[in-house]
């Protein structure tokens, strides 16, 4: 599976941007999702999940609210909607995709796929 993720940029405080990631492979739509960034000099940190059908969403307590992750099967695409950015939101993020599992979403160490990353600065 090979993930590329777009739709970073410059943004200011309390704008939005919309992440898309797109997926190869015909069996995107058994994979679970995620979305973790990492910010400079910072360690790579958990966003977003969700599971292979969306039926099932995950989020950092800090971003929930803010953030919205959903896919499209058809698409092989999952997307990360960002609202009322702040500069602590300023990182790269990156996707993942992890094989069929139970649980765990929420972890790097589930994960068994992962895009070259997108860079999101929001200016204060």
């Known amino acids: 599976v090979q993930l590329v993720e777009s739709g970073g940029g410059l943004v200011q405080a309390g704008g939005s941007l919309r992440l898309s990631c797109s997926a190869s492979g015909e069996t995107f739509s058994s994979y679970g999702m995620g979305w973790f960034r990492q910010a400079p000099e910072k360690e790579r940190e958990f966003v977003a999940a969700?599971?292979?059908?969306?039926?099932?969403?995950y989020y950092a307590d800090s971003l929930k609210g803010r953030f919205t992750v959903s896919r499209d099967n058809a698409k092989n695409t999952v997307y990360l909607q960002m609202n009322s950015l702040k500069p602590e939101d300023t990182a790269v993020y990156y996707c993942?995709?992890?094989?069929?599992?139970?649980?765990?979403?929420?972890?790097?160490?589930?994960?068994?796929?992962w895009g070259q990353g997108t860079e999101v600065t929001v200016s204060s």
């Open positions: 969700i599971n292979w059908s969306g039926a099932n969403l």
């Open positions: 993942a995709a992890t094989k069929p599992r139970t649980g765990g979403l929420r972890y790097v160490g589930s994960y068994d796929y």
